[in-house]
């Protein structure tokens, strides 16, 4: 009877804390049950001592333990986050950069082929790859510092001048309905990916973007996406669409290709 307080005290320390409590609470009333019916006071009055001193000390070790865990916990978020961060910052990368270097690079083949037949021509063609060259600089430190501000307005302009640019007939809305600022950023992001994507690989003759208040789409009549295609930038861009609650889809084959993105009603 009289050994309860160090009984008490290895319930809490060896046992789970679901589990100690009660067994300890069980066998500290047994002792007292058979103390005082054996008029064993002293050892009563043990065992209430017992049963609070290891309620406390295991109470204490039981919030060391969460705050542990807690702490870890912490630290498995700051590493997702970043994890999330970093992908964020390659996806922007990738749909801001992959269409101005395709820009860029049609500009220059162009310049190239007009250097002797058209000088002037050359230098205005030069001249647009040195302001895509300063908008892409721009970009790339906006997308770093996480304010890249994408509008579905300016990416079709853009659309407008890059497919015209390569000669594939630009099918484009001359209004667009009146748009959320994050709906508006992601439309550009759909409609610079499916640019991007007509451009370099559709051969395509004619492209025709059209935007309602739920949806964009990219449609052209080019070659559509081979098969084995690594399709980084549409994964990027359908993480990007679900993340914001909507859903993208993708239609490819001999009668060319077509991007869909489309987002709920609000409730």
Avoid: C
């Avoid at 990738?94 to 250097?115: E, N, P, V, Y």
């Avoid at 509008?151 to 009146?178: D, F, K, N």
């Amino acid at each position: 009877l009289f050994m309860v307080m160090f009984q008490a005290m290895t319930h809490v320390l060896l046992l789970p804390w679901r589990w100690a409590v009660p067994s300890m609470m069980v066998m500290s009333f047994a002792v007292i049950v058979t103390a005082v019916a054996t008029e064993v006071y002293l050892a009563a009055g043990i065992a209430v001592m017992g049963m609070m001193m290891a309620w406390g000390i295991g109470y204490g070790i039981r919030q060391q333990i969460l705050q542990e865990q807690l702490e870890a916990a912490h630290e498995r978020n700051a590493v997702l986050a970043v994890a999330a961060e970093r992908e964020r910052i390659g996806r922007d990368l990738h749909d801001l950069l992959g269409h101005s270097l395709t820009s860029l690079t049609i500009s220059a083949q162009l310049a190239r082929r007009l250097l002797d037949s058209d000088p002037d021509a050359a230098r205005e063609q030069l001249a647009h790859i040195e302001t895509t060259v300063r908008q892409a600089l721009a970009d790339v430190r906006a997308t770093a510092s996480g304010m890249q501000k994408v509008r579905a307005a300016t990416e079709i302009a853009s659309a407008r001048s890059v497919l015209g640019t390569v000669g594939i007939q630009a099918e484009v809305p001359t209004a667009l309905p009146p748009l959320p600022d994050d709906r508006a950023e992601l439309f550009g992001f759909v409609i610079r990916e499916g640019v991007t994507n007509i451009v370099r690989h559709s051969h395509a003759t004619r492209a025709a973007i059209t935007v309602d208040e739920r949806s964009v789409s990219i449609a052209d009549d080019g070659v559509g996406i081979p098969d084995g295609s690594s399709r980084t930038g549409l994964r990027g861009l359908e993480a990007r669409v679900t993340v914001a609650g909507g859903a993208f889809e993708v239609t490819t084959g001999e009668a060319g290709t077509r991007l869909t993105a489309t987002m709920e009603e609000p409730r």
